[in-house]
């Protein structure tokens, strides 16, 4: 089967996780799923290199957002009503196509599109962990990419770019540094123990 009729596939079933459509905490599972499938597919991507700030940032919110998933049947989860209902239905539907364009986006190796793609489905799931679970309080993306940016900056910091590359002139230099202060140390060593 092509890719193409896959996707036909899944934009024409109505249900294609073969879930009871009728259970009002369905979405609060099929949200943390997707998310961590989609959150693990964009880690495997990044992991052999240096994340970005803006990789590492849409990685954290999704991690943000998952941490402590409550279960359907938690203290703090409340059944959401018909109203509730068509706000997590139209969000899945938005995730789902974020999804999709992910898994394109993937195909084609376009990290810079899949760590957008990240944020927009953690933004989804998060309004329908919001929906069910409205008191537990989560970050906004700005938020963590302000902490991640902060630490971005304190890392790279940390870097010495002078010495990041050096130049056959700047090796040199420091070979014939190296051999003066060598040579003044012998002529200090020299004239102590005469």
């Known amino acids: 089967m092509s890719d193409e009729t896959k996707q036909e596939t899944v934009r024409n079933n109505k249900n294609p996780w073969n879930a009871d459509l009728n259970d009002p905490m369905l979405g609060l599972r099929l949200a943390s799923e997707r998310l ?3 959150r693990y597919v964009f880690l495997v991507q990044v992991e052999d290199g240096i994340a970005s700030a ?15 998933w409550p279960e359907a049947d938690a203290a ?3 059944t959401p009503d018909d109203e509730q209902l068509g706000i997590i239905g139209e969000q899945m539907r938005d995730m789902e196509q974020y999804v999709a364009k992910f898994s ?9 599109g899949m760590t957008d793609t990240l944020i927009r489905v953690t933004e ?10 409205p008191d537990f309080p989560l970050p906004t993306f700005a938020e963590i990419r302000r902490v991640v940016q902060n630490e971005w900056d304190e890392d790279m910091g940390k870097i010495d770019p002078d010495n990041a590359s050096p130049t056959a002139d700047s090796i040199e ?3 014939v540094d190296a051999d003066k202060e060598q040579q003044a140390e012998r002529q200090h060593e020299n004239g102590a123990s005469a």
């Open 104 to 112: 394109a986006m993937e195909r084609d190796h376009d990290l810079e």
């Open 76 to 78: 703090d989860v409340v």
């Open 173 to 175: 230099q420091e070979t």
């Open 36 to 38: 961590s499938i989609v």
């Open 124 to 133: 989804r799931v998060a309004k329908i962990r919001s929906t069910y679970q």
């Open 54 to 68: 803006d990789e590492r940032a849409s990685l954290e919110y999704a991690d943000a957002v998952l941490i402590g």
